[in-house]
């Protein structure tokens, strides 16, 4: 089985930081790109920023400047720095992830897989 798990969110004030983070686990054999999307209540989910496995970046035009995505591939982890936060970053953050899951010298599996969230409220 795959799971990600998120970490890392809480309560801030504007102007703030906070970091997030998200670890894969289980039977997972290569990962190509992690994401990191958000939902607001009454919005659709959408794309904060991803990471592919060679390190290109891509940002939503709301985020750039302000967030930054990182991974550790030996560790099947990816992070998302966020500073400077507004009101408007309030969100449940999710982890995405493109990943082949199986075992050493079997069938591998390519599927996209999502963490549970984790609830970002940035507020006076």
């Known amino acids: 089985q795959v799971q990600l798990v998120e970490s890392g969110g809480g309560l801030v004030q504007p102007g703030g930081s906070l970091r997030v983070s998200c670890a894969a686990s289980?039977?997972?054999?290569?990962?190509?790109?992690m994401g990191w999307y958000r939902q607001a209540p009454g919005k659709e989910r959408e794309l904060v920023a991803s990471?592919?496995?060679?390190?290109?970046?891509n940002y939503a035009d709301s985020v750039k400047g302000r967030f930054t995505i990182s991974r550790d591939n030996a560790n099947n982890m990816v992070y998302l720095q966020m500073n400077s936060l507004k009101p408007e970053d309030t969100a449940v953050y999710y982890c995405?992830?493109?990943?082949?899951?199986?075992?050493?010298?079997?069938?591998?599996?390519?599927?996209?897989?999502w963490g549970q969230g984790t609830q970002v409220t940035v507020s006076s």
């Open positions: 289980g039977n997972v054999l290569i990962i190509y790109a």
């Open positions: 990471i592919s496995s060679d390190g290109n970046t």
């Open positions: 995405n992830a493109d990943l082949v899951r199986g075992k050493m010298g079997g069938m591998g599996y390519r599927e996209d897989y």
